[in-house]
């Protein structure tokens, strides 16, 4: 009855394991809702009207920031977006490593730079904070420019006829190849501690019963 018990509960704990893993990791990856102010100005006296702008990095149809980081080995998009009204007709989207100060996007030596025009409007992503009026510029950062775990930035500069009409910035963090929750971790020690009990058991029996 007891090594009944025992299979019966290690099969569920496996089965709990198999069921929720690939759900607890989609939670990893959730996507942010709402927007994002990311601009400098505030519509204070002194920084002019709010700005209109947003950038996002986008992995695998995810928008990355510090809660929810993307993944070494693949590539991102910065994706900019801003009011079609503005007639912006380019970006130049600026690619910050850890450590290097925003004022120095434009001028620091690690600083990768990567420029989009009209051929990389595409819609925008969903539940990334973009308005239904923004167009969307996206400009592929492949994997090669994320090397290590850290935290990275994009700046945006959107132009309209190569003169600056707004910028936005956003902060994400690539994590490592593959982010494990916590809880996943437990349920599969969880199963481990549960088979082990029912192969000592099971050992233990065939003992008795060679006596």
Known sequence: MMKSKL???????????????PVLVEQAYAKPNGPNNNGPGNGGPD????IN???RA????????EDNPGVLGQDIWCVGGIDGDSEAN????????????????NTHPDVIKRDGD???????????????????????????DFPTVGHYRFVAEFTKDGNIIDI???DFRNHSFMVVPELLLGSIGLAGSMLGTFYLYRKRSTKVKEQ
């Open 7 to 21: 299979y019966a509960g290690a099969m569920l704990t496996i089965a709990a394991v198999l069921i929720l893993g």
């Open 58 to 65: 986008i992995q695998n149809g995810n928008s990355l920031d």
């Open 53 to 55: 702008a947003k950038v």
């Open 90 to 105: 380019d970006i130049h989207c600026y690619l910050l490593p850890e450590g290097v100060p925003t004022p120095d996007y």
């Open 118 to 144: 009209a051929s990389n409007i595409a819609p925008c992503p969903e539940d990334a904070g973009f308005q239904s009026s923004d167009i969307c510029f996206w400009v592929l950062f492949p994997a090669t």
């Open 47 to 50: 920084q002019g009207p709010p």
């Open 168 to 170: 936005a910035g956003a």
